[in-house]
Antibody
Framework: QVQLQQSGAELAKPGSSVKISCKAS????????ISWIKQTTGQGLEYIGY????????NYNEKFKGKATLTVDKSSSTAFMQLSSLTPDDSAVYYC????????WGQGVMVTVSS | DVVMTQTPVSLPVSLGGQASISCRSS???????????LHWYLQKPGQSPQLLIY???NRFSGVPDRFSGSGSGTDFTLKISRVEPEDLGDYYC?????????FGAGTKLELK
């Protein structure tokens, strides 16, 4: 069965970075792009961007350029998202999902930015 | 960016009753390839969103036929008939025709 397993919750200080992982199983990893989504109570669901899991090519929502960096390791069927220069506004739950119709989602990673 | 206007914000329903959620986009969601990439999700408390309907009217695997989607262009509807307790939660529409993909703000389906 298709699964996207994300890494655990993160507590980070302002100005630091975190790297979240999303490990895929149950399908051919390079057959689907991976998208990333941010969810907060205030802003709802926001689309961050996607990565082409075959080529590593990326496309970012303008709002998240410079904030998020998407990478992939095909050998381990894992996609990564690094969030940099963290501020309290980056506190959220971050999901990975198979791009297209977003048919499968990871369980989400709660990132808390606090001094 | 395409703005997805989802209504109502809150929808009280009775078990066994019917619910209807609307999603309107600020521009047409018809892709140049002729497909319309409008999808519906349910998010239960503490869980990830789960796909219900893809490309306007196609039920995802395992989704009961109580769920149906319709619409075209800029105007879309999700209908739930014979509401059951497991249907309660937050519903979202998503367009993936245009980049960046954008979500509706959500509709909370709750008991009357």
């Amino acid at each position: 069965q298709v699964q996207l397993q994300q890494s655990g919750a993160e507590l980070a200080k302002p100005g630091s970075s975190v790297k979240i992982s999303c490990k895929a199983s149950g399908y051919t990893f390079t057959s689907y792009y991976i998208s990333w989504i941010k969810q907060t109570t205030g802003q709802g669901l926001e689309y961050i961007g996607y990565i082409n899991t075959g080529s590593g090519g990326t496309n970012y929502n303008e709002k998240f350029k410079g904030k998020a960096t998407l990478t992939v390791d095909k050998s381990s069927s894992t996609a990564f998202m690094q969030l940099s220069s963290l501020t309290p506004d980056d506190s959220a739950v971050y999901y990975c999902a198979r791009a297209g119709s977003f048919d499968y989602w990871g369980q989400g990673v709660m990132v808390t930015v606090s001094s | 960016d395409v703005v997805m206007t989802q209504t109502p914000v809150s929808l009280p329903v009775s078990l066994g009753g019917q619910a209807s959620i609307s999603c309107r986009s600020s521009q047409s969601l018809v892709h140049s390839n002729g497909n319309t990439y409008l999808h519906w999700y349910l998010q239960k408390p503490g869980q990830s969103p789960q796909l219900l309907i893809y490309r306007v009217s196609n039920r995802f695997s395992g989704v009961p036929d109580r769920f149906s989607g319709s619409g075209s262009g800029t105007d879309f509807t999700l209908k739930i008939s014979r509401v059951e307790p497991e249907d309660l939660g937050d519903y979202y529409c998503l367009q993936s025709t245009h980049f960046p993909n954008t979500f509706g703000a959500g509709t909370k389906l709750e008991l009357k």
